[in-house]
């Protein structure tokens, strides 16, 4: 444990908290040494920059103007903790006195412009822009505005857009309009950050940059690792607004494959999304309704393996694609089976009219839910054993017999 400060240093750390500029000249002009002591843990440049205490920070770098440079234990110099609270003055302060300081990245590979654009000052990101326009100030050739932090490799844009700081995204849109394209984490773009995250004013604004400078296309139709659109993020993390405004300017998304070969509306009817949505989507294309994913299902098996079960929207995907009701999945699951095995009996209601026999008692055998089938299909069992002998096959028909306590005729069941 450190040793307490003496008196001198107790008065030299109440003087920085507080921005006593005035206190803070006649310790320096006493005791130079002071401007190493540090007030909360942190260099004495950084914790005036961080309150905003501008007079104290000239004070400073009167003494000592390569203050500047000094780093705390995270890698910070006084520049990013002034951005991180938002102080424009001491930014500017800074930055007249040294602009390469903008170069500087913190132990995350964070620059000024990292900081301000996550903290949401848009005021401080248009000065900084301002300041890095001219590159001549600046040792690295990368410009500033499309350098990555090193956790995820976003750049500011990513940053601002994941958290909907809509002045910040303006001012970064402003100045770099083709910035909407660079991806970072998992391939992400912006646009999947704020689709994501539910900014839909976010989205607003990069769907018209982008529209403006030619980049639309590019943007909405981008993939990331995993080959999700920006319209497989917003549906399966029900944000329902960014899925209306991305199917208004590109309404092919809807037939776009990920990776494990879904579509959107594999999504929608698989979770909490308005029945809206979901309308939106086939109205958008009937075709994804046929499509089969990677697991061999349709969005016919989403839909009635999902807890958000909905009877009247699965009876029109089912009509959109009535071959889908004898597709097994990878499984061995017909939708049939799946309405069985989770006990849907408004689904077997709705399904059995269109299915052989042999279809349904197969559902129920593959469940061991043949007492079901029984309590369900009794009346017609015992009354036509003839008519269900010649639909079944033996093994299955001797089961059922079985169950129904009907002996069961050899010849009957050969012929």
């Not at 807890?307 to 009247?312: A, G, N, P, T």
């Not at 269109?354 to 559902?363: F, G, T, Y």
Request: aromatic share 6%.
């Amino acid at each position: 444990m450190g040793s307490s400060p003496t008196s001198e240093e107790a008065r030299w750390i109440e003087a920085v908290s507080y921005g006593d500029a005035q206190q803070v000249a006649r310790l320096l002009g006493a005791r130079p040494d002071f401007v190493v002591v540090e007030v909360d843990g942190l260099p004495p440049l950084h914790a005036a920059a961080k309150r905003g205490h501008d007079q104290v920070v000239a004070e400073l770098l009167a003494v000592n103007p390569g203050l500047m440079d000094a780093v705390d234990s995270q890698q910070s110099i006084a520049l990013h903790h002034a951005c991180k609270a938002g102080h424009l003055v001491v930014v500017k302060q800074l930055l007249a006195a040294k602009p390469c300081l903008l170069d500087t990245v913190d132990s995350d590979g964070c620059t000024a412009l990292h900081h301000a654009a996550q903290f949401g000052f848009d005021q401080i990101v248009a000065e900084l822009l301002r300041i890095a326009a001219d590159t001549s100030r600046l040792s690295q050739d990368v410009p500033l505005i499309s350098r990555v932090i090193r956790r995820g490799n976003w750049t500011a844009l990513h940053l601002a857009a994941n958290v909907g700081y809509a002045g910040v995204v303006k001012e970064l849109l402003a100045a770099s309009p083709e910035s909407v394209l660079v991806t970072g984490f998992s391939n992400w773009n912006a646009l999947h950050c704020a689709s994501r995250r539910s900014h839909d004013h976010i989205v607003r604004l990069l769907l018209d940059s982008a529209a403006a400078s030619g980049h639309l296309s590019a943007l909405v139709t981008a993939v990331d690792c995993m080959g999700w659109t920006s319209l497989h993020h917003a549906v399966c993390f029900s944000r329902d607004k960014i899925v209306v405004q991305l199917l208004a300017v590109c309404p092919e998304l809807v037939d776009k494959l990920n990776s494990a070969g879904a579509t959107a509306l594999h999504f929608a009817v698989n979770n909490s999304m308005p029945e809206t949505t979901s309308e939106l989507l086939l109205a958008c294309s009937t075709r994804s309704a046929h499509v089969v994913d990677i697991g061999g299902n349709t969005p016919l098996h989403a839909a009635i393996t999902s807890q958000h079960r909905r009877v009247e929207f699965i009876d029109r995907l089912w009509k959109l694609n009535t071959n889908a009701l004898h597709l097994v999945n990878c499984l061995s699951e017909t939708p049939f089976h799946l309405a069985v095995k989770y006990a849907q009996l408004p689904l077997i209601d709705l399904f059995q009219w269109q299915l052989s026999i042999d279809e349904i008692v197969s559902a129920y055998v593959e469940y061991q839910k043949i007492d079901d089938f029984i309590l369900r299909y009794r009346p017609i069992a015992t009354e036509q054993c003839e008519w269900l002998s010649h639909r079944l096959n033996q093994d299955v028909l001797g089961i059922v017999f079985e169950y129904l306590a009907i002996p069961t005729n050899t010849k009957t069941l050969n012929e």
